[in-house]
């Protein structure tokens, strides 16, 4: 069975960093693209970034481009996401989710507060 | 960037009756690979998204068969034959032709 677990989230001033990760387990990881998706309360789904299956290719919103940095390890079947110069407005649930073109399985998501 | 527009951006259906999203891209989402790469997502409150529909038609595992997907290009279309009461929440598209982008949820309840 495929699961992903996210962990890392919580309250942080703005200007602040975390670092989010997401346990993979149920499939070869190393074979696989993987994204992150956040979701502001009451609001909709914004993609954030994506990694290649090899970690050699990474892509960003230009939201987050500069400040927030993906990466993973596939020696820890792990999926990181590390938060810089945190915003109010980069206040949301955090998703990780596995796929390519398509995001076939999510994690339950960990939240992030920015504020003071 | 892309950008996805849905609409309706809220739709209440009679339990048994069709119901149908639809998803405006602002560019053609054909990849270079021949593949385009449009997907369905369902999200219940308080859950994550799940998957239906991938390359535009293709149902996920355990999708139900209820639902459909078409389109090509620019404008693609959701399609739930009969709606049932598990099939309220928000519906999104999601283009990864070109990074990612989500169109903006079309909220589904049932009247």
């Known amino acids: 069975e495929v699961q992903l677990v996210e962990s890392g989230g919580g309250l942080v001033q703005p200007g602040g960093s975390l670092r989010l990760s997401c346990a993979a387990s149920?499939?070869?990881?190393?074979?696989?693209?993987m994204h992150w998706v956040r979701q502001a309360p009451g609001k909709g789904l914004v993609w954030v970034s994506r990694i290649n299956a090899d970690g050699t290719i990474k892509s960003y919103a230009d939201s987050v481009k500069g400040r927030f940095t993906i990466s993973r390890d596939s020696t820890k079947n792990t999926l990181f996401l590390q938060l810089n110069s945190l915003r109010v407005d980069d206040t949301a649930v955090y998703y990780c989710a596995r796929g390519g073109g398509s995001l076939e399985y999510w994690g339950q998501g960990t939240l992030v507060t920015v504020s003071s | 960037d892309i950008v996805l527009t849905q609409t309706p951006l809220s739709s209440a259906v009679t339990l048994g009756q069709p119901a149908s999203i639809s998803c405006r891209s602002s560019q053609s989402l054909l990849h270079s690979d021949g593949n385009t790469y449009l997907s369905w997502l369902h999200q219940r409150p308080g859950q994550p998204p799940r998957l239906l529909i991938y390359?535009?038609?293709n149902r996920f595992s355990g999708v139900p068969d209820r639902f459909s997907g078409s389109g090509a290009g620019t404008d693609f279309t959701l399609k739930i034959s009969r709606v049932e009461a598990e099939d309220v929440g928000v519906y999104y598209c999601m283009q990864a032709t070109q990074l990612g982008t989500f169109g903006q949820g079309t909220k589904v309840e049932i009247k």
């Open positions: 149920g499939f070869i990881f190393s074979n696989y693209w």
């Open positions: 390359k535009i038609s």
